[in-house]
């Protein structure tokens, strides 16, 4: 009888071993995901600021307002 009760503890931790392995596999899945997401993202950022730039090029200091001088101060 001490086989029987010796297979069976085996058995829990296979099944602890395979829970493990489960969530080992999962996490580095989804830290790959995660790390493809920011990848693509970043791609997709620099195509779009590169778009930008090649459409519509400003002069240096085109972002600031230009003063209105109208005489009166």
Do not use: C, I, Y
Not at 15 to 32: G, M, N, P, V
Not at 35 to 50: E, H, K, P
């Amino acid at each position: 009888m001490q086989n029987t009760g010796n297979t069976q503890s085996m058995r829990g931790t296979a099944d602890d071993a395979d829970q493990l392995t489960f969530e080992k596999l999962a996490s580095t899945q989804a830290a790959w995901l995660a790390a493809l997401l920011v990848a693509f993202s970043l791609l997709l950022t620099q195509v779009r600021l590169g778009r930008a730039a090649v459409k519509a090029p400003r002069a240096q200091g085109a972002h600031r307002r230009t003063r209105r001088s109208n005489g009166a101060h």
